[in-house]
């Protein structure tokens, strides 16, 4: 088998928050060697660890902000999210649900705890991901997919557990996201002793993120919960064994080789681009959410 190595093991650093309703550690881009090259097409992925927000009448989150260039991947694993922007589209995702927005040309929108959860409060944890567009699609329609839990497509494996396709595919089956370059995004849920393989193209930027439990990597190398795993480019497959019952998200992506010129909510590939961003969404062009 050609085994996929582990380059690093990344233990979540110090947490910030982003609005006052996610607590986040930052994996994508602050780590060094996970920087946006590297782990091109991902852009960014901020983590919330399962983190106890006490009820509030006020829901907590972010206010109105710009996207444009790329794509933002919520997965909530505990707690709810509601979102709307300035399209007039929005909604809730629930534990287990991914909302796909596809910013390209630009929308705006706030994300915040569902406002009845909001009063209960509870344990909440979710991803964060943004994928980068190529540059042919950086400026076409915004669009939404909302991915119930209940139809992501899930691969039986028996005793070991099962895997839950978000993107891309796993053993031939094809995941509800549409995603515009090939991306692979998938939760495996392990029983204790349960082990996976998974298969990516050498070249594609991969890793792991361990939502809950305790797994083996490659048969020696040991990731514990809320740690991220980084593989080398190099080799194909990986394989995980779980310590203890274990959710993993999976990630692979192909890169898009194109510049990239980042500032902010705003992804594009030249300075032009970024400032024409920021002109467009100070006239107003990004359109109205109050
Ligand atoms: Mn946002």
Not at 171 to 198: C, E, I, S, W, Y
Not at 215 to 227: H, L, M
């Amino acid at each position: 088998m050609n085994i996929k190595k582990v380059e690093m093991i990344a233990t979540p650093r110090e947490p910030h928050f982003v609005g006052d309703g996610f607590r986040v550690h930052n994996y994508i881009p602050s780590y060094p060697r996970m920087d946006m090259i590297r782990m091109d097409p991902f852009i960014m992925l901020d983590y919330n660890a399962r983190y106890h927000f006490p009820g509030s009448e006020y829901p907590k989150g972010v206010g109105v902000h710009p996207h444009r260039g790329f794509e933002t991947v919520t997965i909530a694993y505990k707690g709810r999210i509601e979102h709307r922007d300035s399209g007039g589209g929005g909604g809730i995702i629930g534990e287990g649900d991914v909302q796909w927005m596809t910013a390209a040309s630009g929308v705006l929108h706030k994300e915040f705890h569902e406002a009845e959860w909001s009063k209960g409060g509870g344990d909440f944890q979710m991803v964060q991901l943004w994928v980068n567009l190529p540059a042919k699609f950086k400026m076409t329609e915004p669009k939404y997919q909302a991915i119930s839990h209940t139809e992501m497509v899930t691969a039986d494996l028996g005793s070991n557990g099962l895997v839950e396709v978000i993107a891309g595919s796993f053993r031939g089956l094809q995941g509800p996201a549409n995603t515009f370059t090939p991306v692979h995004l998938m939760n495996a849920m392990l029983r204790p002793g349960g082990k996976v393989d998974f298969s990516f193209p050498e070249n594609f930027a991969t890793g792991a993120l361990i939502i809950e439990g305790k797994v083996k990597v490659n048969g020696s190398e040991v990731a514990d919960i809320d740690q991220f795993v980084l593989f080398e480019k190099t080799g194909t497959t990986l394989i995980l064994e779980a310590m203890a019952e274990s959710k993993v998200l999976i990630l692979s992506g192909e890169p898009l080789l194109e510049p990239i010129a980042a500032h902010g909510p705003f992804v594009m590939n030249t300075r032009e681009e970024l400032q024409k961003a920021y002109m467009d969404f100070n006239t107003g062009k990004f359109g109205y959410l109050e």
